[in-house]
C-alpha cells in the first residue's frame, strides 16, 4: 500500500514524499506515523510540530482521524488556516 503526499502552504515541502505499507491504516496513524519521521529528518521539526494541526484531504473530501486510507492513496495535507 502507497500513500503519496501533496502538502500545500506551509507544508508544502512534504510534496512529492511517498511511503509504503503492507497493512491498511487509519489517518490517526499514519500522522503519527509520519510526525516520526519528520522527527528524525534534519529541517522538518518545525513540519512535525505544525502537523498535529494540519487536516489530511482526499481528492473528494477532508478526512476524518479514522478514516481507513485506500491504496495507492494521494493525500493533501492542509495546514491551519485563518480568515476574517
Known amino acids: 500500500m502507497k500513500i503519496s503526499l501533496h502538502g500545500f502552504g506551509s507544508m508544502r515541502a512534504l510534496r512529492g514524499m511517498s511511503f509504503e505499507?503492507?497493512?491498511?491504516l487509519t489517518v490517526r496513524e499514519f500522522r503519527a506515523y509520519l510526525q516520526t519521521q519528520l522527527s528524525i529528518k534534519p529541517g522538518f521539526t518545525d513540519l512535525e510540530l505544525l502537523l498535529q494541526s494540519c487536516a489530511f484531504a482526499s481528492?473528494?473530501?477532508?478526512?476524518?482521524?479514522d478514516?481507513?486510507?485506500?491504496?495507492?492513496?494521494?493525500?493533501?495535507?492542509?495546514?491551519?488556516?485563518?480568515?476574517?
Do not use: K, S, Y
Open 21 to 24: 505499507f503492507v497493512a491498511p
Open 59 to 65: 481528492n473528494e473530501q477532508v478526512l476524518t482521524e
Open 67 to 84: 478514516t481507513l486510507l485506500n491504496e495507492d492513496q494521494l493525500l493533501n495535507v492542509l495546514p491551519p488556516v485563518c480568515g476574517g
